[in-house]
């Protein structure tokens, strides 16, 4: 008998691994024995263990194993996915027939959201049946709120575009409430002995006051995808309950706050906030924060009708004032804000900042003063524009998809402070003072935010002005020279994700594998509802079939995808049986699961011959 055991350091003594037996015969042989063994729990020989010797752990394990094929194997199946925004109905595509067939939206979801993601194809995927879903929506108060396949890849997309976001916005604050541990119980019922009520309603208070303004402030900062999804929900809200003018802002609020920073605040270790979950206190007040920011962000109508402790609407009083309402759009309007220009769109313009800085006449004439101004600047998701006075016609107008770069500029150039330049096509330049240093970042940031996805963005640019016949910085005697030097961006870039496209593709044909059934019950729904115009027949009516024939087409290239993929996995099973060893180390002697992988691979050759 082998025991194996890991030395340790800690009082309990060395921690037991196994334990292995080896019949003699194996080490009575002249020539040397070499094999892998699987390390059994220990031998306790007769001994019965009384029931109170142990205690009882429920674990929920999943384990997922994927052999993942060249890229060339997936094409079939991975071309008829990623058609999926652009089929008619979309309800007809690849990737929402997964999500009818798999028993959780979730699991098809995850896989799903990384493939687009990896691929460029997320946003019109997730507009696509976002908007299909708007559709299907009688009552604009219950938009997005159950758990569909459109919410599931948005609150997938949030956790993996936005890990990034949630560090920058939320972490800094998260901390000092893990840390300090004020008091801030409001409930009379659960207050500690010593404990003050007004202190603790004053400490929440400040907490969701300073988390509220880190949210609504935070704007410029929100990931670039994220933003096209949340433009293309509001607009698909709005055209569909054109007679609610708040279900623009609803439809958003109900991700950005409901699924991503309120939970975020409720649980922060499962968004990476915390290495840990927060001690009993801690997450009690993470708990009320996260309530009433919750709250703040749903621009209900009747707030405190929201809560059902007395306390808790008595504790929202502080916050009832239209500043949090005006705050929480203002917010929305960013993120939800876009710089594409959609003629179809019947929404106005959404104002995003506007006020009077100097500006530095352009120059149209090659020759002649180039002055300075005192003008009223605007600036939509559309166009930024500056006038003499606030109201009057704009003297300048200059389309989002023409700003290539906001960048700051040296104080060298016009002796003059806080100044900053918006490039244009043709190097055409605006040269801006703004009344301080805070004020300059506010207009730099929401400028690089909205034009960040303009494709002819500049790579380059100079830092300082043209005068006198070259630029100060580098000298370059020519006005069209190219930059000297690296545009800053201004914001962070989107963060990169580690996805492999083929994994994710292996990992939907194994569920398209997993629920066959589905798929071939999905067909038999298609041709009933082509030939049979009547009441659907009640094994048909979880499906959501909107046109057969388009849905009948779908599934026959899913399973032609599958089936092949299937043959080549059984291949390189049988491939792989005739290489195997009992005793090499992906087998180990001892491994019981070696028993049932031998049963299924003779049975599958069996069925072969």
Not at 199 to 204: C, G, H, T, W
Not at 241 to 265: C, E, H, K, N
Not at 572 to 600: A, N
Request: charged share 25%; hydrophobic share 35%.
């Amino acid at each position: 008998r082998v025991d194996l055991w890991n030395a340790s350091n800690l009082k309990f003594g060395d921690e037991f691994l196994g334990e292995l037996r080896l019949p003699l015969k194996f080490l009575r042989q002249s020539s040397s024995y070499e094999a892998w063994y699987f390390l059994q729990p220990r031998d306790n020989g007769n001994k019965s263990l009384k029931p109170d010797d142990l205690g009882s752990l429920r674990l929920n394990v999943v384990y997922t194993e994927d052999h993942v094929f060249s890229s060339d194997y997936y094409s079939p199946l991975r071309d008829v996915l990623l058609k999926s925004a652009d089929v008619e109905p979309v309800s007809a595509s690849a990737a929402h027939i997964l999500g009818e067939v798999c028993r959780e939206k979730q699991e098809a979801a995850i896989p799903l959201v990384r493939l687009f993601l990896h691929y460029g194809r997320i946003v019109p995927f997730i507009s696509a049946i976002a908007n299909a879903e708007v559709k299907r929506t009688q009552d604009p108060n219950t938009i997005f709120r159950g758990n569909s396949l459109t919410s599931k890849c948005i609150d997938e997309t949030m956790k993996l575009a936005g890990m990034h976001y949630l560090q920058v916005t939320l972490k800094p604050i998260i901390d000092e409430i893990c840390q300090v541990h004020k008091p801030c119980e409001i409930d009379p019922v659960k207050l500690k002995d010593g404990e003050n009520l007004e202190n603790n309603r004053e400490n929440l208070r400040q907490y969701v006051d300073r988390i509220f303004t880190v949210i609504t402030k935070s704007g410029v900062s929100c990931p670039t995808v994220m933003c096209d999804i949340f433009f293309s929900l509001r607009e698909s809200a709005a055209k569909r309950f054109q007679g609610d003018l708040d279900v623009r802002y609803t439809a958003v609020s109900s991700f950005i706050f409901l699924r991503f920073f309120a939970p975020a605040i409720l649980s922060p270790n499962l968004f990476q906030l915390t290495p840990h979950h927060p001690d009993p206190q801690t997450s009690r007040t993470l708990t009320l924060i996260s309530k009433t920011i919750q709250t703040l962000g749903s621009l209900s109508k009747s707030k405190s009708a929201n809560f059902k402790e007395s306390y808790m609407a008595t504790f929202y009083d502080y916050f009832n004032e239209q500043k949090y309402a005006d705050a929480v759009k203002n917010f929305l309007d960013l993120i939800s804000s876009s710089g594409r220009r959609d003629h179809k769109s019947i929404e106005q313009p959404i104002l995003l900042k506007e006020g009077f800085m100097i500006k530095r006449a352009q120059g149209r004439k090659r020759f002649g003063m180039k002055n300075f101004k005192k003008r009223w600047f605007r600036l939509t998701n559309h166009e930024f524009t500056y006038q003499k006075s606030k109201g009057d016609h704009p003297l300048c107008s200059i389309p989002i998809e023409n700003i290539l770069a906001v960048e700051r500029l040296e104080e060298e150039s016009f002796k003059m402070k806080n100044m900053f330049q918006v490039i244009q096509p043709e190097r055409r330049v605006l040269y801006i003072q703004a009344n301080n240093c805070v004020e300059a970042k506010d207009w730099i940031d929401i400028l690089t935010k909205v034009s960040q996805c303009n494709k002819k963005r500049l790579t380059v640019y100079h830092p300082s002005a043209y005068l006198n016949g070259h630029w100060l910085c580098c000298k370059a005697t020519a006005d069209n020279t190219p930059g000297c030097t690296p545009c800053t961006g201004g914001l962070p870039a989107n963060i990169q994700l580690d996805i492999d496209g083929d994994r994710e593709t292996e990992r939907i044909y194994s569920l398209f594998n997993l629920y066959m059934p589905k798929l071939e019950k999905m067909q038999e729904a298609c041709g009933s509802k082509s030939v049979y115009d009547g009441p659907e027949e009640e094994e048909y009516s979880t499906f959501i079939i909107d046109d057969p024939k388009e849905t009948y087409k779908t599934l026959k290239l899913i399973i032609e995808g599958v089936g092949n993929l299937e043959q080549e996995h059984a291949q390189y099973k049988r491939d792989k049986f005739k290489k195997t060893k009992y005793g090499s180390q992906e087998h180990p002697i001892g491994d019981k699961s070696f028993q049932t992988y031998i049963r299924q691979q003779s049975e599958i050759s069996a069925h072969s011959i």
